[in-house]
């Protein structure tokens, strides 16, 4: 009896472990970010303030809530909103409170107002954020730390957030991303004479592993296949270029803004286009 105790309770262990890290738990990827939050803040102190922050979060998770009971008939699993509020709390720079809690109700409000075919386009955090740097650009600033000369935090984000998006069989979409940003920055540098070190720098930012692990990589507004992920988050980067060379300080998120959105309107127009096909052939 001991016997079989003693072999099945690895068994039992190792079971449980895939189980968390399997595609299917939703609660990865909060799991990712609040690593981001606390290795951050530990280290920089990243946050505008705690207050703010919590502003964010619950302004999320109320208006998640009461906009899926409305639109949707239930009650929604929030792990979704918790991700957009905390992303608001870290991204968005400003010695008011309202910022927090508009940015946050402007990006939950986007998944059930702004929908195409039953599909909400835009990232929520991304609109949210993009939305407030255009109405309030006077109030609200984007965050732009880096990690400074400590390597240690962005190899525990780089490390956990790896393996989380490659459990969560997203990791070819923020490798491109990665690979595409690094050699559009040696462009950049030989287009302006800049050192290389200074365009690449801005990936190592607490900013960045945001971008990176969750706002491209968002399952609800993503193009379905592989090739498409990968030739979208590759135009992202590439408008991105262009944007920083025109001075765009908060470049990834415009890019993202207006690549994302035209990259699902395109796979649904192409989706229509071979439905018709389909019908006309049969």
């Given at each position: 009896?001991?016997?079989?105790?003693?072999?099945?309770?690895?068994?039992?262990?190792?079971?449980?472990?895939?189980?968390?890290?399997?595609?299917?738990?939703?609660?990865?990827?909060?799991?990712?970010?609040?690593?981001?939050?606390?290795?951050?803040?530990?280290?920089?102190?990243?946050?505008?303030?705690?207050?703010?922050?919590?502003?964010?979060?619950?302004?999320?998770?109320?208006?998640?809530?009461?906009?899926?009971?409305?639109?949707?008939?239930?009650?929604?699993?929030?792990?979704?909103?918790?991700?957009?509020?905390?992303?608001?709390?870290?991204?968005?720079?400003?010695?008011?409170?309202?910022?927090?809690?508009?940015?946050?109700?402007?990006?939950?409000?986007?998944?059930?107002?702004?929908?195409?075919?039953?599909?909400?386009?835009?990232?929520?955090?991304?609109?949210?954020?993009?939305?407030?740097?255009?109405?309030?650009?006077?109030?609200?600033?984007?965050?732009?730390?880096?990690?400074?000369?400590?390597?240690?935090?962005?190899?525990?984000?780089?490390?956990?957030?790896?393996?989380?998006?490659?459990?969560?069989?997203?990791?070819?979409?923020?490798?491109?991303?990665?690979?595409?940003?690094?050699?559009?920055?040696?462009?950049?540098?030989?287009?302006?004479?800049?050192?290389?070190?200074?365009?690449?720098?801005p990936i190592t930012g607490p900013?960045?592993?945001?971008?990176?692990?969750?706002?491209?990589?968002?399952?609800?507004?993503?193009?379905?296949?592989?090739?498409?992920?990968?030739?979208?988050?590759?135009?992202?980067?590439?408008?991105?270029?262009?944007?920083?060379?025109?001075?765009?300080?908060?470049?990834?998120?415009?890019?993202?803004?207006?690549?994302?959105?035209?990259?699902?309107?395109?796979?649904?127009?192409?989706?229509?286009?071979?439905?018709?096909?389909?019908?006309?052939?049969?």
């Amino acid at each position: 009896m001991s016997h079989g105790v003693s072999i099945g309770q690895p068994v039992k262990l190792e079971a449980a472990w895939k189980r968390f890290f399997s595609p299917s738990n939703r609660y990865l990827s909060p799991l990712l970010i609040s690593c981001v939050l606390l290795v951050g803040q530990l280290s920089y102190g990243i946050l505008e303030s705690y207050t703010r922050t919590l502003l964010a979060i619950a302004t999320s998770l109320v208006a998640e809530l009461i906009l899926s009971r409305i639109y949707m008939g239930k009650w929604p699993n929030v792990a979704s909103a918790y991700i957009t509020g905390i992303s608001v709390g870290i991204l968005v720079r400003s010695p008011a409170f309202w910022p927090y809690a508009l940015c946050a109700l402007i990006s939950i409000t986007s998944k059930y107002v702004l929908r195409v075919h039953d599909r909400h386009i835009w990232n929520p955090s991304n609109f949210g954020i993009v939305a407030m740097f255009v109405l309030a650009s006077g109030t609200v600033a984007g965050l732009s730390i880096q990690w400074g000369n400590f390597v240690w935090p962005m190899i525990v984000i780089w490390t956990l957030g790896s393996a989380i998006i490659w459990r969560l069989r997203r990791f070819h979409i923020s490798a491109t991303y990665v690979v595409s940003f690094l050699a559009f920055a040696l462009l950049r540098s030989w287009i302006t004479g800049d050192p290389w070190w200074s365009e690449i720098s801005p990936i190592t930012g607490p900013m960045y592993q945001l971008f990176i692990f969750f706002m491209i990589t968002d399952p609800k507004t993503t193009v379905r296949s592989k090739t498409g992920q990968c030739v979208t988050v590759f135009v992202v980067a590439a408008v991105e270029m262009v944007l920083r060379l025109h001075q765009a300080v908060y470049a990834p998120f415009y890019a993202l803004f207006l690549v994302g959105p035209a990259a699902m309107l395109l796979e649904m127009w192409m989706d229509a286009r071979r439905a018709r096909l389909l019908v006309a052939h049969a």
